[in-house]
């Protein structure tokens, strides 16, 4: 049986072989045959085709997108008195006297289910007892995530904040006014024409919303920086009922944020650590089981949480396939789009009574690294056996999870770091960023490393790294 398994293997990884490497024999071919005969043709021959050559490149040139770097980013580190294990978790539960035995008895299921450890971070507003959900705490906790991580990054890339002319900010369930762009903007004295955006409501996949909105608007102005940063707030949004679906996020959700600065200058590319290569967005909101499976709402007694359906895993599944259905002809090599698009027709044409399982393409062929949103267990789980990767390729994502907790919208960024504190990140690797959010949306960033890369300055892992990956119980 292993015979036949590792004989399959080598056959594909033959095809796969003989197919990537087709046209680049065959236009080895062409030239050749072309400089073979060059010398009959005349003069008006080769001026025609030396013409055609120079307008195409210069059309190509012309119309490709502007290239935009990643010249570094920087995630928020809590400071080690906000960290909230287990048991101070459940005892804090008990002690608020907002659940009853039922409900304090799911989360303890939940928690020890999670595959979060010990050391993920609770804003300071849910140590307190009573808790304090106050505005004041809730613009508390997010100043210092958002001043704490954009401190850093400025502080490693020495950049002037003058040049930054596009500010976006994603937080999905705190959006005070004025925004949290504009606290960015006060706080830092940006430009006064600095083209903010601040995205709400949008879940945990949109920090690769922002990162594509921040890319149309680099392909716009010229020559300039775009900041993008990603954070979520728990101190309003912890829920304080007893209504299961709405108790889950209170045993996954903690304290992160992330900050990206990109740039569009060809001068910044040698210091730059990445490129964006593609964003593809899948946004299955017309459905109304999707719609509906992640959703903010009052309970019976009219206190307010985030519902998580029953549904959720199948409908993640559903965005996930119509989001690699658009990212696939993009990154995958020719020989896996063969087979899919093979296996699809003889399905489809010949109609045969027993149908040929559909194949799903091997994005390892494609990618170097893989950063899978941090939801949960069940999602890195699902992705894993869906994507058919191995331990190593999830690695960075359960120990996110582990280490951090789900920190939404920046989870990718903490996935990237732990790759980069590893040391694993070499010149030309392929990193895919793929996250879900509320909506339902599944969303993807491509980028390739410009150099080894190595882990920048605080560095969220630099003080742990050593201890990991560790070894998770379920």
């Known amino acids: 049986m292993d015979d036949n398994v590792q004989i399959r293997k080598n056959v594909k990884l033959c095809y796969h072989y003989l197919i990537t490497h087709f046209l680049k024999l065959i236009l080895v071919s062409s030239l050749t045959v072309l400089v073979m005969n060059v010398s009959r043709l005349s003069l008006n021959h080769l001026a025609f085709i030396f013409l055609v050559a120079v307008l195409g490149t210069t059309l190509s040139f012309m119309s490709r997108p502007r290239s935009v770097?990643?010249?570094?980013?920087?995630?928020?580190?809590?400071?080690?008195?906000?960290?909230?294990?287990y048991q101070k978790f459940m005892n804090h539960s008990k002690l608020i006297n907002s659940f009853n035995e039922s409900s304090l008895e799911f989360q303890s299921k939940i928690l020890k289910r999670s595959g979060l450890g010990d050391e993920t971070y609770l804003p300071e507003a849910i140590h307190c007892f009573p808790p304090r959900p106050t505005m004041a705490a809730a613009r508390e906790e997010a100043e210092q995530v958002v001043f704490g991580t954009l401190d850093n990054l400025f502080e490693n890339t020495k950049v002037n904040i003058k040049e930054i002319s596009v500010l976006v900010v994603n937080c999905s369930l705190f959006n005070p006014t004025p925004s949290l762009s504009a606290m960015i903007v006060n706080k830092y004295k940006l430009r006064e024409n600095v083209k903010s955006f601040n995205l709400g409501?949008?879940?945990?996949?949109?920090?690769?919303?922002?990162?594509?909105?921040?890319?149309?608007?680099?392909?716009?102005?010229?020559?300039?920086?775009?900041?993008?940063?990603?954070?979520?707030?728990?101190?309003?949004?912890?829920?304080?009922?007893?209504?299961?679906?709405?108790?889950?996020?209170?045993?996954?959700?903690?304290?992160?944020?992330?900050?990206?600065?990109?740039?569009?200058?060809?001068?910044?590319?040698?210091?730059?650590?990445?490129?964006?290569?593609?964003?593809?967005?899948?946004?299955?909101?017309?459905?109304?089981?999707?719609?509906?499976?992640?959703?903010?709402?009052?309970?019976e007694a009219l206190k307010t949480g985030v519902s998580l359906s029953k549904d959720l895993m199948a409908i993640a599944g559903e965005a996930l396939k119509t989001n690699i259905t658009t990212l696939g002809p993009l990154v995958l090599p020719m020989s896996e789009q063969i087979l899919f698009f093979a296996t699809f027709v003889a399905n489809r044409l010949f109609n045969a009574k027993k149908k040929m399982r559909p194949y799903i393409p091997d994005f390892k062929l494609a990618f170097d690294h893989f950063c899978i949103h941090a939801g949960g267990?069940?999602?890195?789980?699902?992705?894993?056996?869906?994507?058919?990767?191995?331990?190593?390729?999830?690695?960075?994502?359960?120990?996110?999870?582990?280490?951090?907790?789900?920190?939404?919208?920046?989870?990718?960024?903490?996935?990237?770091?732990?790759?980069?504190?590893?040391?694993?990140?070499?010149?030309?690797?392929?990193?895919?960023?793929?996250?879900?959010?509320?909506?339902?949306?599944?969303?993807?960033?491509?980028?390739?490393?410009?150099?080894?890369v190595e882990p920048s300055v605080k560095n969220p892992w630099e003080h742990c790294i050593h201890r990991y990956p560790v070894k998770i119980d379920l």
Request: aromatic share 12%; with cysteine.
């Open 69 to 85: 770097y990643l010249l570094d980013y920087s995630c928020y580190l809590p400071p080690s008195n906000f960290q909230f294990s």
């Open 201 to 299: 409501g949008m879940g945990c996949s949109a920090g690769v919303i922002a990162i594509d909105l921040a890319n149309d608007m680099l392909q716009i102005y010229r020559n300039t920086y775009a900041l993008v940063v990603s954070t979520e707030n728990i101190t309003q949004n912890w829920y304080f009922g007893n209504n299961k679906a709405m108790l889950i996020p209170n045993c996954l959700f903690r304290v992160g944020g992330s900050a990206v600065l990109l740039s569009n200058k060809a001068s910044d590319r040698k210091r730059s650590k990445y490129k964006l290569v593609h964003t593809v967005r899948t946004h299955k909101g017309s459905d109304e089981k999707a719609f509906n499976c992640v959703y903010q709402e009052q309970d």
């Open 377 to 452: 267990r069940a999602v890195i789980d699902e992705l894993e056996k869906s994507l058919r990767l191995l331990p190593k390729h999830v690695e960075a994502s359960r120990m996110t999870l582990h280490r951090f907790g789900n920190t939404s919208s920046s989870s990718i960024w903490y996935e990237l770091a732990y790759t980069e504190a590893k040391g694993r990140m070499r010149k030309g690797n392929r990193v895919w960023q793929i996250a879900f959010g509320s909506g339902f949306k599944c969303n993807s960033a491509v980028w390739v490393a410009l150099r080894d």
